[in-house]
């Protein structure tokens, strides 16, 4: 399995942070929207790259929310238990 880059730890965080708390996935504009400002061709990318790498699939049954998560990401919690899915962790060098 290959190391992720920034962005797409940040995209596979958010994607099963939200899943948790929402029980569906995010769609790709509201991925950007938390995370990159809108940027939906940074969080298309870091899909791709995903899914190429076994850690994604697009999910055949579902029209509305195309994404499942394979191989969920450790995602951080508030003191209530909430996911903290919208927060970028420190990558130390």
């Known amino acids: 399995m290959t190391c992720l880059r920034t962005a797409e730890a940040d995209v596979l965080r958010f994607i099963t942070g939200f899943e948790m708390k929402h ?3 995010p769609s790709t504009a509201e991925v950007a929207e938390v995370q990159f400002d809108g ?3 940074t969080v298309a990318g870091a899909i ?9 699939r697009r999910a055949l049954h579902s029209r509305e929310r ?3 998560v394979l191989q969920p990401m450790p ?5 209530d238990g909430e996911p903290l899915h919208f927060v ?4 130390l060098p």
């Open 48 to 56: 791709g790259s995903l899914i190429s790498q076994g850690r994604l």
């Open 23 to 25: 029980g569906r996935c």
């Open 66 to 68: 195309k994404l499942q």
């Open 75 to 79: 995602v951080p919690r508030a003191p």
């Open 39 to 41: 940027d939906t061709m």
């Open 88 to 91: 970028r962790l420190a990558v």
